[in-house]
């Protein structure tokens, strides 16, 4: 009996203990209870936002010059005078179009490149439309912009930029012209930069 005693005494703490280990073990930490309660935040899906447009009142980035021409002449927003209001920019096949506007629209200028219209650009009178309302408006239809600062706010995806500038102007512009022409301005600066060092060191 003293021997069953002592060996009682000599297991029971260690069988007590490895108990006591084995429930902790199953038992969660506070931080670990904490975490899994958390729910992962989700991410904005980019692709959920809505097209920037390309087009306004009927007149859309890539129309043929002489569609823009008509367009213009049908539309009694615009005072488009005809071949007056048209003339060539630097560069080759560069065209412009500026023609005034009715109420809510002070001027307008239209550019082409390669006889395709690529930048629509509108100053708005800001006496009867403000910019807060305009950027409440395009917020609304297109989500928040890509780029916010004090002079002007940007929607932008992979065809179309449009942009809101203070005081107030919108301007549509088509991205992959404007970028390729940014591309070929550059290779010629370049180009002009490696002349005048060559014309520089003849001396």
Known sequence: MKLYLTALAVFLPCFLFAQVRQISAEVPSASEVS???????????????????????????????????????ADSVFGYRGERDVSLLPGETRTLIETSGSLFIRRAWFQFFGGKLYIMTFQLDT???????????????????????????LWTDDICT??????LTVKYVDKAVF?????????????????????INDF
């Open 179 to 199: 970028e390729s022409l940014l591309s070929a301005s550059g290779t010629k600066k370049a180009e002009y930069d490696v002349s005048r060092e060559n014309f």
């Open 35 to 73: 975490s899994a309660s958390e729910v992962p935040s989700a991410s904005p899906d980019v692709s959920d936002r809505p097209a920037v447009p390309v087009s306004y009142r009927g007149i859309t980035l890539g129309m043929e010059l002489d569609a823009v021409k008509e367009a213009l002449l």
């Open 127 to 153: 006496e009867h439309v403000d910019y807060y309302s305009l950027y409440t408006s395009l917020t609304v239809k297109y989500g928040e912009p890509s780029i916010l600062d004090p002079s002007k706010s």
């Open 162 to 167: 449009l942009t809101l500038e203070r005081p």
